[in-house]
């Protein structure tokens, strides 16, 4: 490199020297409206044209190029830039021998593919290249429902059978924890086969909003630094441990049937159709643990008194007459629920609170939980932070919703205390 391309080197990798060392896994931590998708369709597009890859591939086999987003939108968006790319001129087009909705197969035998995150579509596939479009957004996504790292192990394989294999994770930065956020801290700034990249929107995009930017420094400095900075957010992290929670799930229970004698209790995240689902979760307390024995979610379109309606009937199999609700709960939720005999009361904390209480329980291993994806993974959705003067920490959802792991959380702190008792359980 010359002087000049070092230091940009040297800026993005924070390396004080060159990398002789063929890189194995290219990780570019980006900030938002950078280009990361458009980057990824154009990586695509060159590195699958104008390299030999049919070194090593035996008859039949048809390596692939994949590039793995966060959902099924994401990748769609992604198709699209890879075609624009594809139609610049007919030399481009002629390399085209199939298109699909989510692949292109090339004339060169290599494909490339769109595929939503997930270690059931990397089975049985080999890969020349692998892109992970927004790994840090892998965590917890409904449509994905696996890890990031899992992601990770399951991907390595496809590229084990060629030497010059690539990964290439670019993504946003999100809260210091995560696969990118550990491969940060294990290879930043340092030579070698892993080769760690941090740029600015405005170093990747200079044609971008520049006044846009300054004014979101200007609201909130932390969440700019994160969005438009590639900085990590500080004072974040994950609230539940997954090897914790894991320990306390009931392997393929879905649901509990009332049984009789037991006393129930049960929470409602009530929703008007709109946009958030409409949930509810009843639990009781059997030999010292908390047992969650329904979680039912009910995602909108939907119309707010038939659900009261369906989950009054739910309530009074298990001779509940009388259920807290989040803050949500207005008088329509209060006079919805008592037209068909529920009694409804207004929930005695904030819903930050609950999930503070929730975790010492789900720690000591004081609970039993249903196994539910959704109910899971919202779980493991819920970031803790942690800010100067407030009494309290607070606990918000990563991304997404969180209706399911409120209802969870709420009924099982309601029954693990005292109805006297009002405040953060053991905290």
């Not at 200007?218 to 990590?232: C, F, H, I, T």
């Not at 320990?247 to 649901?255: F, N, R, S, T």
């Not at 979760?281 to 039912?296: F, N, P, Q, T, W």
């Amino acid at each position: 490199m010359s002087e000049t391309e070092f230091e940009i080197y040297r800026q993005l990798t924070g390396a004080t020297e060159q990398n002789f060392e063929r890189v194995r896994e290219l990780w570019i931590c980006a900030g938002r409206r950078s280009g990361k998708s458009r980057s990824a369709a154009f990586l695509s597009v060159f590195l699958s044209l104008f390299f030999d890859w049919q070194k090593k591939v035996k008859r039949g086999d048809r390596p692939y190029f994949s590039i793995f987003s966060p959902n099924r939108d994401q990748g769609q968006i992604i198709m699209s830039y890879v075609l624009e790319h594809l139609s610049l001129n007919d030399l481009l087009k002629a390399q085209v021998e199939r298109e699909y909705k989510e692949s292109i197969e090339l004339q060169n035998g290599l494909t490339i593919a769109i595929k939503t995150a997930s270690w059931r579509s990397t089975r049985g596939f080999l890969a020349r290249v692998v892109v992970l479009e927004e790994c840090n957004f892998f965590r917890y996504e409904l449509e994905s429902a696996i890890r990031d790292k899992e992601i990770y192990r399951a991907v390595m394989p496809m590229l084990s059978t060629f030497q010059d294999s690539l990964l290439i994770s670019i993504s946003s930065p999100a809260s210091p924890q995560g696969l990118m956020y550990e491969k940060f801290s294990k290879h930043w700034g340092k030579p070698g086969r892993v080769l760690c990249v941090r740029a600015p929107t405005l170093f990747l995009n200079p044609t971008f909003d520049r006044a846009e930017v300054e004014q979101a420094y200007l609201d909130d400095p932390e969440a700019a630094r994160s969005e438009y900075g590639a900085e990590w957010r500080q004072g974040v992290s994950s609230l539940i441990d997954p090897e914790r929670l894991q320990a306390v799930i009931d392997k393929a229970v879905i649901e509990r049937p009332p049984v009789e004698g037991l006393e129930y209790h049960a929470f409602i995240d009530a929703s008007s159709g709109r946009r958030d689902a409409f949930c509810l979760a009843i639990s009781h307390v059997s030999e010292g643990k908390v047992v969650l024995d329904v979680c039912r979610e009910w995602r909108p379109p939907f119309a707010p008194r038939a659900i009261c309606e369906a989950y009054s009937e739910v309530l009074k199999k298990f001779k509940i007459f009388s259920a807290y609700a989040d803050a949500f709960a207005g008088e329509w939720v209060r006079q919805g629920f008592a037209e068909f005999g529920i009694q409804i009361e207004k929930a005695r904390m904030t819903k930050s609170d609950y999930y503070l209480s929730f975790l010492p329980i789900v720690n000591n291993g004081d609970c039993r939980i249903l196994d539910q994806e959704r109910l899971i993974n919202q779980l493991l959705n819920l970031e803790r932070r942690t800010r100067g003067g407030m009494r309290r920490d607070q606990v918000d959802v990563f991304a997404g919703h969180d209706d399911c792991a409120n209802v969870c959380a709420g009924a099982i702190v309601e029954a693990s205390q005292p109805a006297a008792e009002v405040g953060v359980w053991r905290i």
